[in-house]
């Protein structure tokens, strides 16, 4: 693909990647400028700059690294967090991330090593949903627990922190980041009727659901 064709790529994927940004706040699962948006396109990674609210991100505030982390495309700072989407880009086939501060999800990684069975749509994650352990935002220490708990999964919880999912577009990523709080919100809320526990899909189950998940949806 040339530069022209490159060009027109990127700019596609940036509208695309604003419009799944204020998607997550519309939805509740980003306050303010908290969580971040990115999208791959060839070897450039196109990201939510830091510090700016969605709402005011425009056609010439494209924000591109490559996969170094070294600033190719636009004047604003990426976000503080591109080090965890760097690091899911340079281990995974992922071309698109979703990180958010979802209440729900944040919630339970503050209770819990890893999310209960509580519903077979973990198996669209790759099976039980593990809690990253908490690092400072920004740093690699995060990026390497983050890749721990990623590890034969497309979404994790940080502790203390939020979310991260990843697909191979930004609607899938998006879709398992809003599956992932949707369950945390589930989890919650039947653990805590006095005197009853929820109960929990075996391993079992869960693979049962994963492949009946492989054949889901329209065939082409």
Avoid at 16 to 31: F, K, S, W
Wanted: hydrophobic share 40%.
């Amino acid at each position: 693909m040339g530069e022209g064709g490159a060009a027109v790529e990127q700019d596609r994927a940036w509208v695309e990647l604003v419009a799944v940004a204020r998607r997550t706040v519309a939805d509740g699962l980003v306050v303010g400028t908290s969580g971040n948006v990115s999208v791959r396109v060839g070897d450039v990674v196109l990201v939510t700059p830091s510090g700016v609210p969605y709402d005011r991100l425009t056609p010439d505030d494209l924000t591109g690294v490559d996969l170094t982390g070294h600033q190719v495309l636009g004047t604003l700072v990426p976000t503080s967090e591109l080090p965890m989407h760097l690091a899911v880009y340079r281990t995974t086939d992922a071309r698109a991330i979703v990180h958010t501060h979802a209440v729900h999800a944040t919630a339970v990684s503050t209770l819990v090593p890893e999310l209960p069975l509580v519903h077979y749509m973990a198996a669209a994650l790759g099976g039980p949903v593990r809690v990253a352990p908490y690092a400072p935002y920004g740093t690699d220490e995060l990026a390497e627990n983050m890749l721990r708990a990623l590890e034969g999964r497309s979404g994790c919880l940080l502790q203390n922190h939020g979310t991260i999912t990843y697909g191979t577009t930004l609607d899938q990523a998006y879709d398992r980041t809003a599956q992932l709080e949707w369950m945390c919100r589930l989890w919650l809320t039947a653990s805590s009727v006095p005197g009853l526990t929820p109960s929990l899909l075996t391993e079992t189950q869960l693979a049962e659901v994963g492949e009946r998940l492989r054949g889901y949806g329209q065939r082409k």
